[in-house]
């Protein structure tokens, strides 16, 4: 069995991370109905995804330039 990389780690982790974060914003926005904070709730959870990328992104650039 090889031993996975760090960076291939990063990444599975980033995408799961991702995916949980827009599977629970779904959930979270359906079940809220017709409350309002309960919707709110969701969307705010859905801008997680975006921001859990692109620390994924920055974190796997800065250990690309740091192995130059």
């Given at each position: 069995?090889?031993?996975?990389?760090?960076?291939?780690?990063?990444?599975?982790?980033?995408?799961f991370?991702?995916?949980?974060?827009?599977?629970?914003?779904v959930?979270?926005?359906?079940?809220?109905?017709?409350?309002i904070?309960?919707?709110?709730?969701?969307?705010?959870?859905?801008?997680?995804?975006?921001?859990?990328?692109?620390?994924?992104?920055?974190?796997?650039?800065?250990?690309?330039?740091?192995?130059?």
């Amino acid at each position: 069995m090889t031993p996975m990389s760090p960076d291939l780690i990063l990444k599975g982790t980033a995408l799961f991370a991702a995916f949980a974060s827009f599977v629970l914003s779904v959930t979270i926005y359906f079940r809220a109905g017709d409350d309002i904070l309960g919707r709110l709730n969701g969307i705010y959870v859905g801008i997680w995804v975006p921001s859990i990328l692109a620390l994924a992104a920055v974190i796997l650039i800065k250990s690309a330039k740091s192995e130059k």
